[in-house]
């Protein structure tokens, strides 16, 4: 290599390279010369960095692995681990400006390969990690990682060599025997690979598709992580999945019922703190997961609100994302809350409230109005409108002082337009603010409101922004003309305005919200018909389905509607959902009979064992769903005098 770079570029004509790389070739040169190796590497590394995104970065990385037949042992685990650690990044996408970098590390492994035999450990090791990191999974790197394994009998190269075969090849049968392993880390790297997506197929499959030896899989991640301790795993070779091990560990078991039961039995009740934290998190991540979990384990999230304080805070925050499924462990979180020092000094009141809040307790309803204006205010589930005559005026104080932080006003006029007429004290608050930056938000909630709105202060400003332009000394607008139309009409009853500026909103192709507002106007909006049916195959799923709502609420067609709507409940597929999914359901259900051809998805929504999401996204997914199965093929009635009641007194 001479002073210009013997590679496919040289130096002096690589572009972007940046001024002082001329010593890279002589640092290079170092690596292999003796008495320079350590200053060498430890310069080019600096130099180097994290950037991978430059010419200089790929060009360098091609010289380092020509360079590895030639580099003495300690220079091998140091190329390699600064290898394994950059491949990680390199090689996630071939789309970016990484691109040069990508295409080096997904065609370095034939130079790598040889070193999966090497006689020094921290090599072995090494060249597993970087075959993991690059992603390789040519069937011969595979299989000399699997050969290797086999005769391996340093345990960080095995551990590394298991990570690697787990990763790439997911060879949950090859992997088993290592679950009994008697150095634990060993065993925790073959559990790993052996629920690695393992459950996937169980959403659907029945109760026999379980493998029992999951239970070893669960028993394997109890032995290494108490092995482990408090501490992060080894950074080598585990980097970058030893970063709270606890958590991953959990939620890879989830999918797999027997894994997490042995898991959450192996480390409930342990004398140490840490694996009784870990049942917590287990137990969750199940929870989570699976809405037929195995008896005990919200008693086992419930009891850990009993124990120690790191055990307890993550009981509350598995509580706080539990939705009305943790309703049963409502009274023991608030004596948690209460023993800690109450709720408004408490460490873990504000996820104590949003677990309460989730669970649609009452008691949360006085908490919420005193920690008021807190970042974490928006919680996980709406506010119950019952608790209207407890929050209204701590609402109506925040808004009359100005809302305090921006966030905090949003949160309060998205609540009232949920609460809508048991609202209806907010109102000169909400006309207050139809002045103010917040002005829409307010309108929209005067809107839901509705009628019990209909002061002659309100309905005069709202008319007053119905035609308002932005100009000097005024807040724009921002096309709020359409909200203030429709809140104008819902408040008075007067559907010109609203036909009006809404209407020409259609025809200029506007989507949200003014296709909510032509759905809410119904047939009364049918001189716009014709401008709503194009935005059925607009960009923009929110619009299209704004536009199927619309077109079936002003028409009663219900074919194109539905035509639009089933495409976008694809990501159910995938067991996900979005606020865009949920919103299809309902549609669909208020569609009726005509929406069948949704049944199936619909069926399979309600039926399954797995969960879409979180606890409160799928619990009300799952109510939406059979609100709308019932809606479009209800049940059959009884004759009456048939049935099972018919002999009963």
Not at 97 to 116: C, D, G, K, M, S
Request: with cysteine; aromatic share 4%; net charge positive.
């Amino acid at each position: 290599m001479d002073v210009r770079g013997a590679g496919p570029v040289a130096w002096h004509v690589l572009e972007g390279v940046p001024a002082g790389s001329e010593e890279t070739p002589g640092l290079l040169r170092g690596l292999v010369a003796p008495g320079h190796r350590q200053k060498s590497w430890l310069r080019l590394e600096h130099r180097l960095g994290w950037d991978r995104d430059t010419p200089l970065f790929a060009h360098t990385v091609t010289h380092l692995l020509a360079l590895l037949p030639q580099l003495d042992d300690r220079r091998l685990v140091q190329v390699l681990d600064f290898l394994a650690r950059r491949g990680h990044g390199a090689c996630r996408s071939p789309v970016g400006v990484h691109r040069e970098a990508y295409e080096v590390f997904t065609r370095a492994w034939p130079q790598v390969l040889p070193l999966v035999g090497h006689r020094a450990p921290g090599v072995r090791t090494g060249a597993a990690w970087v075959l993991r990191s690059i992603r390789c999974t040519d069937p011969s790197a595979l299989d000399a990682l699997r050969q290797r394994a086999a005769v391996e009998d340093d345990p960080s190269a095995l551990v590394s060599q298991l990570l690697a075969v787990g990763m790439l090849a997911q060879d949950r049968e090859w992997l088993l025997p290592w679950l009994e392993h008697t150095h634990p880390l060993v065993a925790l790297a073959a559990a790993r690979g052996v629920l690695a997506r393992g459950g996937a197929h169980q959403a659907t499959a029945g109760p026999a598709a379980v493998d029992p030896a999951d239970g070893a899989a669960g028993r394997a991640v109890a032995r290494g992580l108490a092995a482990a301790g408090k501490q992060r795993l080894p950074d080598v070779p585990w980097w970058p999945l030893g970063y709270e091990p606890d958590k991953r560990f959990a939620t890879r078991s989830a999918p797999h019922p027997h894994a997490s039961t042995a898991l959450v039995e192996a480390t409930a009740g342990h004398v140490r703190v840490e694996l009784r934290r870990v049942a917590v998190l287990a137990a969750g991540a199940r929870l989570r997961y699976s809405r037929d979990p195995a008896p005990g384990l919200w008693e086992t999230v419930a009891g850990g609100l009993d124990d120690e304080r790191e055990v307890a805070s993550a009981s509350v925050e598995v509580l706080a994302n539990g939705g009305t499924a943790g309703a049963p462990c409502a009274d023991r979180l608030v004596r948690h809350v209460e023993r800690s020092g109450g709720a408004a000094v408490a460490d873990d009141a504000d996820l104590a409230l949003r677990a309460l809040v989730g669970m649609a307790d009452d008691r949360a309803a006085d908490w919420y109005a005193a920690r008021l204006g807190r970042l974490w205010l928006n919680t996980p589930a709406p506010l119950p409108a019952r608790w209207a005559p407890r929050l209204l005026p701590a609402f109506r104080r925040t808004l009359a002082d100005g809302g305090g932080r921006p966030d905090t006003t949003a949160r309060i006029l998205h609540t009232l337009a949920l609460w809508g007429p048991a609202a209806a004290p907010a109102v000169p608050d909400l006309v207050a603010l139809l002045h103010t930056p917040a002005a829409r938000a307010a309108t929209e909630a005067l809107g839901a409101i509705g009628p019990a709105a209909a002061t002659r202060k309100a309905v005069k400003r709202l008319g007053a922004l119905v035609t308002a332009e932005p100009g000097p000394g005024r807040h724009p607008w921002h096309g709020g003309a359409q909200t203030a139309a429709w809140a104008y009409w819902r408040l008075t009853g007067d559907p010109e305005p609203a036909l009006r500026v809404c209407g020409a909103a259609a025809r200029a192709g506007l989507g949200q919200p003014v296709l909510r507002h032509l759905a809410d106007l119904g047939p009364q909006a049918a001189p716009y018909a014709d401008a709503v049916r194009p935005l059925l195959t607009c960009p923009g799923a929110w619009s299209r389905v704004g536009a199927a709502e619309a077109w079936w609420r002003i028409t009663g067609d219900a074919a194109p509607a539905v035509a639009a709507l089933l495409p976008q409940l694809a990501p159910l597929a995938q067991h996900t959902t979005t606020p865009l999914v949920l919103r299809t359901v309902q549609i669909l259900g208020a569609v009726g009979s005509p929406a069948a051809a949704a049944l199936p998805v619909l069926h399979e929504v309600t039926s399954s064992s797995r969960r879409y999401g979180s606890i409160p996204v799928d619990e009300e997914l799952h109510r939406a769903a059979r609100q709308a199965l019932t809606a479009i093929a209800p049940p059959p009635t009884q004759a009456r005098g048939t049935g099972p009641e018919t002999d009963l007194p």
